[in-house]
């Protein structure tokens, strides 16, 4: 944003360029003041003075000399906590140099002062629930300018609008982040099977800083009760080496095999593509059909190195 006024005696003029226009409350706001007289006057010393619109001041420099014959100075403040937008003055006290007098003058800037943000995260939800049990998953949230969040309230809504569980953000944040406080919320799935679209909400909050509402939809797997158990071992074609961490996934089930191969997997009676993958290996894929208790191996094949072209 650029504002411009004229000094009533000299022509002074200035301009005040505000960075950001928008931000989180009290965060980091640079203000460029540049002055100039069309006479050439030499504009070093000047001081500025950043004041509030209750007129008090906030802070205060001194003009330099820039390229094209102007003057100007840089500052660094911080945003009120107050949301809304705030409108400022870059005022020039009167100042007589060199036999000439440039009266007072002022340069009104805005900015807006934002809520800060609350970016909301769900992980580690199973791939599919048995109608009915009770299942659990983690909820993360981070606040934009990485406010700690500890003890911050958010809920669970089902397909239906209702809550279906309440939680609150732990003292501590998930390992590897900066500030993404995070609990764990342990909830019942839907009666019936069927794909539901479920959403974390935060509200939004006054105290101190202010926070803004924040929200996440995600999408929750219900199946039938399981009939049976699909044993999956999954092994190194060419070595017969057991392959830890293999992806096995029976649509809409997922497992990853331990460290002897094996995957466990509960699912329905039914027809299923069994696909499984490991690093550096092309997956394996076969049809099974689930009637009682089945065991399937698979045995993958290391993927083939690319040829590289010296010529």
Request: glycine share 8%.
């Amino acid at each position: 944003m650029t504002a411009k006024a004229v000094g009533a005696h000299g022509q002074l003029t200035c301009t005040v360029e505000v960075a950001p226009s928008e931000l989180d409350a009290g965060a980091e706001l640079s203000v460029i003041v540049r002055a100039s007289c069309p006479h050439g006057c030499d504009l070093s010393g000047q001081s500025v003075s950043i004041r509030d619109r209750d007129d008090a001041e906030l802070a205060r420099a001194e003009l330099a000399a820039l390229e094209d014959e102007a003057f100007g100075t840089a500052l660094a403040l911080r945003a009120p906590l107050k949301v809304g937008e705030h409108i400022w003055e870059a005022v020039l006290p009167a100042c007589e140099k060199d036999g000439v007098r440039h009266e007072e003058s002022a340069t009104a800037f805005s900015f807006t002062v934002v809520p800060h943000a609350a970016s909301v995260n769900v992980w580690g939800l199973p791939s599919a629930i048995s109608a009915g049990e009770r299942f659990s998953f983690k909820v993360g949230i981070r606040c934009s300018a990485g406010c700690k969040l500890a003890g911050r309230a958010l809920s669970i809504v089902g397909h239906d609008g209702a809550e279906v569980a309440a939680a609150k953000l732990g003292d501590y944040v998930w390992p590897g982040t900066g500030a993404l406080y995070f609990a764990e919320v342990d909830v019942q799935a839907p009666r019936a099977p069927g794909d539901f679209a479920w959403q974390v909400t935060t509200p939004a909050s006054e105290q101190g800083v202010a926070h803004a509402a924040g929200s996440c939809a995600f999408a929750v797997k219900v199946v039938a009760p399981p009939d049976h158990e699909v044993t999956v071992e999954a092994f190194d074609g060419a070595t017969q080496v057991p392959i830890k961490g293999a992806h096995v996934l029976l649509h809409p089930y997922r497992a990853l095999t331990d460290e002897h191969g094996v995957a466990k997997v509960k699912v329905a009676k039914g027809r299923y593509t069994l696909f499984v993958s490991g690093f550096n290996y092309i997956g394996h894929e076969r049809i099974i059909d689930v009637t009682s208790d089945v065991t399937a191996r698979a045995e993958l094949v290391v993927e083939p190195e690319e040829e590289v072209d010296i010529r």
